[in-house]
T-cell receptor, first 116, second 109 residues
Framework: NAGVTQTPKFRVLKTGQSMTLLCAQD?????MYWYRQDPGMGLRLIHY???????AKGEVPDGYNVSRLKKQNFLLGLESAAPSQTSVYFC???????????????FGPGTRLLVL | GQNIDQPTEMTATEGAIVQINCTYQ??????LFWYQQHAGEAPTFLSY????GLEEKGRFSSFLSRSKGYSYLLLKELQMKDSASYLC??????????FGKGTRLSVIA
């Protein structure tokens, strides 16, 4: 039981390049989330999904796209990377959107992205 | 929208007690989470409060006052390994959690 995994762990991109970050969970969770974390800004939600085939925008969606073709996977795409997208990206999942100690969010280890 | 405030940094001595405050403004409040995040690692769940009062879990306790929009995380018998960031997160309505900016706690000898 690996929990939430993210690939890659670290990546360097040049401005204008594209890439996809992969998140996978083996806990049969319905909800999945993508966050970015920047110094002094805390965790900010980019996009999230409440089930296979559905996605929704979070607080900072511009410049990113997502897809949830399979329940266990949530992909985050950067079509044309910009230096402002240099950040640490965390994926998370939860059983449902209801809030209780049993339904907290579980986070992946993070992807460190540097855009030059 | 939601507004969550917590101190940016705190320092405390090993063996002491520290209280990290979180104030929030929101409508349709559901509950409040605390997460711990060590440097370079992912956040991990610490506690959840939905009703007023104190929830105790070993050396960590969390308090909530819904009427005041206020919570605190209390860490007792501080250890060096407690040096981390502590994130307050509020759930309201049907929207995903909103996280505060986090409080970086340094435990010194």
């Amino acid at each position: 039981n690996a929990g939430v995994t993210q690939t890659p762990k670290f990546r360097v991109l040049k401005t204008g390049q594209s890439m996809t970050l992969l998140c996978a969970q083996d806990m049969n969770h319905e909800y999945m989330y993508w966050y970015r974390q920047d110094p002094g800004m805390g965790l900010r939600l980019i996009h999230y999904s409440v089930g296979e085939g559905t996605t929704a925008k979070g607080e900072v969606p511009d410049g990113y796209n997502v897809s949830r073709l399979k329940k266990q996977n949530f992909l985050l795409g950067l079509e044309s990377a910009a230096p402002s997208q240099t950040s640490v990206y965390f994926c998370a999942s939860s059983y449902s959107g209801r809030d209780s100690p049993q339904e907290t969010q579980y986070f992946g280890p993070g992807t460190r992205l540097l855009v030059l | 929208g939601q507004n969550i405030d917590q101190p940016t940094e705190m320092t405390a001595t090993e063996g002491a007690i520290v209280q990290i405050n979180c104030t929030y403004q929101t409508s349709g409040f559901n509950g409040l989470f605390w997460y711990q995040q060590h440097a370079g690692e992912a956040p991990t769940f610490l506690s959840y409060n939905v009703l007023d009062g104190l929830e105790e879990k070993g050396r960590f306790s969390s308090f909530l006052s819904r009427s005041k929009g206020y919570s605190y995380l209390l860490l007792k018998e501080l250890q060096m390994k407690d040096s981390a960031s502590y994130l307050c997160a509020v759930s309201s309505g049907n929207t995903p959690l909103v996280f505060g900016k986090g409080t970086r706690l340094s435990v010194i000898a």
